[in-house]
């Protein structure tokens, strides 16, 4: 039996380790020491640079404009959508079983669509002449509010993170309505024999059972404002602009290393997202409790 | 791929209370109500426009089509590619939920039910690159894909896929494999099955509700993936269903159409929508599956 | 292989046009296995003798393998071209491949020294011509260029081309490649809607002003552009300093001299296309319009001029309207400058060559006489709507209005028609003239302001070692 077992295992655990270590693993150690390199593509000929490659991301504008979007994205999209999504599975909570279970399939289907297939929409939506969203404006008398959103500098951003909650609200929706349907009624019955309003109610019984929940959301809509290439590539001016305006940093790696042929500078790009991502994922995580990074 | 990296569970989710009875105060039903309408409506609007024609399109975005032009859908599928990106996403999809689920689950099963050295090691192994940006392994990523010659081959595609849609297999079915009753697969031993016959025969029949779970979000991970082919499959030929879609409204040198891509885009949607309704309530089970530890 | 080629997501009909023109003298990033066993051109068989009828030597019966970039244009026409070979030489069995991806099928055969006779090296992925140059891998067209052409008695092929072609297919003092199509920038409008509002195209920027005052008051926009890619706009704006400046100023652009962005033609080229949009000339949300959005909404006649390439004809077909008859004018100028009113940008495409150790190389060559004939490109530009690089090639035909007037235009500029290089060579500093432009044309940067952005964008890129330059 001894030996069954252990074929058993390599025969379970090898390919896929060698899929991971080929296809996963391996790239990414490599980009660490690409990133140290001036390497243009042509075999052999990358030669070490030391941390030249961060010094240059410093006096990068293009670069440092891509990481001032995306903490504005970092500092919006969570927020905003946690905020939607915490509010209507709160609202859920109250309606009748069958209505809530349409609109929660309804909320739910922006998250199954492609990015591409959201961008591409939305850029139909945002068009400043014949788009839904100003034509709608214009319908109900508030033409003064139509724009070009796209295409202006200080709206352009929020365009994209008005995109990116729409596509993500849903499934949070969907992610909080499980945990406040997990909240024993009689806490919600008891605060209200205690006179506690509609607020009162959210704030004292629903948010402190859901926190953890929460605390979960934040950490992949940190991960998802950090990336918003996507929809930042398909839909917007440029693409990346008004002039940097929608520059994010999975842009700008993409472009360098696959326009420009610098595939050490972009590494270093990579390089500079992962620390960002890690230090995002151990700050939201260290606010909660240990146990959920031990995942299993 | 959001899906993929989406969570699993929410920490407490067994519903335990029947959702509090109609409340006569309408502020929650109009809020809901605005959001599903937000929601549906540039959907529908899609859905609309690939029946309008251009011109309708581009003069009056708020009419309804004024005949059903379902030339559109044709044009898309045939002039415009849609079918064959379609048929390459099948493929490549396909073939990578097969495969992610063969491999994800044999190490999700073997690291959850057999104790041996290094089983931690090569649990975090895998579930760590759930938290790694994959912009960071692209560039490397790209000339190995290059160098074993699979640049813009399915079976190149398929690989990536896979290789980047286990660790969250693992990490889901692990747990699930845990919370299996071991009796049963100790009769199977019993019985004299082998290692294999046990997990094939016994355990993954088992954990059927979680491999469907985990399928599905696997299914629309994979199937909505855009940066990967983006970048390892440059053939027109082998577009899949994202990269065509983003080519079509993007590329410069295509023929104007704007209903072709609106019919291109509903076609793009209507299958996982579709999909979504029938299965919601595996879907819902799915994300809530986890908590069951 | 170039990963700009390679990789760009939609390889866009633009950037191949463009980068096909200087081909590659831009990055040889993934050059790779091509450098490889580069020497002596060795195996080439020798020809026939060289006779009036045969001036290059064609072996009658030596088999020809011709692969062809099989895209856009199809690969019909060469298809045709390889008839008239095997009309020609009966005994000759031709081989034809038409493939997509020409890179990667060709580089390993250039590698293991067995390419076939001809490449149209076109498209996504195809190979890098600088490292092709580098690696001496390609012949030398020079006879072919000195030989007859085939059907226009006492022209020699090198005479029968457009203006530029030659160039665009040298490098390093050797012509290696040989560019099918031709490709113009310039002005768009609609003849009939332009007679039947009695305006007609001006030829100087004054005249433009007037006139889009007069369009304005009609209720009609002016001008719009493709805003979501601000390079369109960059075009006219270019076109017009290169005529104020001539290719001096071109030059001093392309080879990134201190202040070249400073040079008066440039400043005063950003002035007008400040006022352009100071005065309110250009028609609002067009700079969040993508190239088909822009271009939808002037073929509805709600602007009356939009900037582009020659290609618009046929990206337009089935949104234009009947009799909508759009022409292309040239950029009106400043006032007199280095380059006549009549100079148009242009660049030629879709590089055909001939391997070093090409089995069969005259009769490589000899393909090229017969595909560079006249009937052959006449036939071409029938079939495609497009300007071949022969020169005549669509004499006496009736041609589209906008292919027309691109032909036009072409004859009209007769020797001065330009280029600039950056764009290819140097993509970063493209885009940071992209960008400022968008900025310009939106009223958020003042001429000074864009030519000093752009200028100390160019001077990084100069003293930036890390990056290979390139001079003309």
Known sequence: ?296 | MTLLRSPSASATSIPSAPPARTNPNPLPHIAMFCWAVVTALPLLWAVVSSFKTDDEILNTPWSLPSSLEVDNWVRAWTAASIGRYFLNSLIVVGGALILTMLLGSLVAYALARYEFRGNRLIYYVFVAAMFFPVFLALVPLFFVVQQLGLLGTYPGLILVYTAYAVPFTVFFLHSFFRTLPSEIAEAAFLDGCSHGAVFFRVMLPLARPGLFAVGIFNFLGLWNQYLLPLVLNPDPDRYVLAQGLAALSVSQGYRSDWSGLFAGLTIAMLPVLIAYVAFQRHIRAGMTAGAVK | MNPESQLRPYPTRRTLLRTAVTAAVAVPALAGCVTSSSDSPSAVSEGAEKTADNPLGVKADAPLEVVVFKGGYGDDYAVQAEKAYTGKYPQAKVDHKGLQKVGEAMQPRFVAGTPPDVVDNTGAGRLDIATLVGASQVNDLADLLDAPSLDQPGKKVRDTLLPGVVEDGTFAGRTVALNFTYTVWGVWYSKSFFASRGWTFPTSWAEMLTLSAEIRKAGVAPWTYQGKYPEYINDPLLSMAAKAGGTDLIKAVDNLQPGAWKQEGLVQAATAFAELAGRGFLMSGSEALSHTEAQAAWCQRKAAFIPCGSWLESEQKGVAPAGFDMVMGAVPALGPGKLPVSAVQAASSESFLVPAKAKNAAGGKEYLRLLFSKGSATAFAKANSTLPSVAGATDGLTLSSGLGSVRDAVTAAGTDTFTYRFRTWYAPLAKAVDDATGELVNKRLSPADWSTRIQKAADALAKDSTITKYER
């Open chain 1, 1 to 296: 039996m001894r030996h069954g077992r252990w074929r058993f295992l390599l025969g379970a655990l090898v390919p896929a380790l060698v899929l991971h270590v080929v296809f996963v693993l391996s790239p990414y150690a490599q980009a660490f020491y690409l990133s140290l390199t001036d390497w243009t593509g042509v075999a052999g000929q990358a030669s070490f640079v030391g941390a030249d490659n961060y010094v240059r991301l410093g006096g990068d504008t293009l670069f440092l404009d891509a990481v001032r979007n995306n903490l504005v994205l970092l500092a919006v999209f969570p927020l905003v959508t946690i905020a939607i999504g915490l509010f209507l599975a709160s609202m859920l909570r109250q309606s009748s079983s069958r209505l809530g279970a349409g609109y929660r399939i309804v909320y739910f289907f922006p998250q199954l669509l492609s990015l591409v297939v959201v961008a591409v929409l939305w850029s139909f939506v945002y068009n400043p002449n014949t788009g839904l969203l100003n034509s709608g404006l214009r319908a109900v008398g508030l033409g003064g509010l139509a724009r070009s959103w796209l295409a202006e500098p200080s709206f352009a951003l929020l365009s994209v993170a008005a995109v990116l909650v729409w596509s993500s609200v849903g499934f949070y929706v969907v992610l909080f309505s499980a945990a406040i349907e997990g909240i024993p009624a009689e806490l919600f019955e008891a605060a209200k024999l205690d006179g506690a309003g509609r607020w009162a109610m959210f704030f004292r019984v629903t948010l402190p059972l859901v926190r953890e929940s929460v605390q979960v959301a934040f950490v992949y809509l940190g991960i998802a404002a950090l990336d918003a290439f996507a929809v930042v590539q398909i839909m917007t001016v440029g693409p990346g602009g008004p002039d940097g305006a929608t520059e994010v940093i999975g842009l700008s790696l993409y472009r360098t290393a696959f326009s420009y042929g610098k595939f050490g500078y972009a590494s270093a790009m990579g390089v500079a997202l992962f620390f960002a991502t890690l230090t995002l994922a151990v700050l939201a995580l260290r606010s909660g409790r240990r146990e959920r990074l031990e995942l299993a």
